[in-house]
């Protein structure tokens, strides 16, 4: 989140709750002083999602966790809405600096990155990427990610969707392992234990390839991290130059 510039001209046809993103929503004068700040409301709103998931982030949720009226909080953010995508903007963050020897190194910090603030506040894989493309969580992540991907020589154009593409990935495969994590415990026993044998009890050997990828799985030892390495590998093989390999 940007900090607050009190009295700047907002911007022609820019959503309020990216100005407020960004600090640039008007100061609002009348009535008593603020009791919270925007920083705050938001801290607790993530909070609220990290503990009971995105459908307990709403106006009378967040009113009742800081132990305030719902209509006071209308002075902050106009609707539920808006709420939910300041929040998302709050608890994803700009990210930080990719390290590494090279852009592969740094690329795959990027990713790493991004995974860990999507396993820090799971909700967050509930929320489309690009939802609103002007938030500064959104925008600082695309444009480090463009300064990974600038000694590959792809234009713009393409690194944009190299990125979205991993950024799309991450979501998806942090949901997913939640999704699978679940099902294990309540199975008591590995996930693809669990899908191999439903599967040989709906259709026997009608499917012997997934079937054999399943069971070779269930014995693996190789960590979902390990699977998501290997997965991003893929893709940066992909852009690197075969002289480069």
Not at 15 to 23: D, S, T
Not at 181 to 197: P, R, S
Request: glycine residues 8%; negative net charge.
């Amino acid at each position: 989140m940007a900090n607050e510039h009190e009295g700047n001209l907002a911007p022609p046809q820019v959503p309020r709750a990216v100005l407020l993103a960004w600090g640039r929503s008007p100061a609002t004068t009348k009535g008593p002083r603020p009791r919270w700040t925007l920083e705050q409301l938001l801290a607790a709103a993530v909070r609220l999602g990290d503990e009971q998931g995105i459908d307990a982030i709403t106006m009378s949720g967040l009113a009742k966790a800081l132990g305030s009226g719902t209509m006071s909080l209308y002075r902050y953010v106009e609707s539920r809405e808006d709420l939910v995508i300041l929040a998302a903007d709050h608890a994803l963050g700009p990210g930080g600096a990719p390290e590494g020897a090279g852009w592969r190194d740094r690329l795959r910090a990027w990713v790493r990155d991004l995974r860990e603030a999507y396993e820090r506040h799971p909700w967050l894989t509930a929320i489309p990427v690009g939802t609103e493309p002007l938030l500064p969580s959104y925008l600082h992540r695309l444009e480090s990610g463009l300064a990974c991907l600038e000694p590959t020589g792809i234009s713009g154009e393409r690194a944009v969707t190299v990125l979205t593409m991993l950024w799309t990935y991450t979501r998806g495969e942090v949901e997913q392992s939640a999704q699978l994590a679940t099902l294990a415990e309540e199975a008591a026993t590995g996930v693809n234990e669990v899908l191999a044998a439903r599967l040989r009890a709906l259709t026997g050997d009608a499917l012997p390839r997934v079937l054999a990828t399943l069971e070779q799985e269930a014995a693996s030892t190789a960590s979902d991290h390990d699977e998501f390495d290997a997965a991003i590998s893929i893709v940066l093989d992909g852009l690197t130059p075969p002289t480069e390999r």
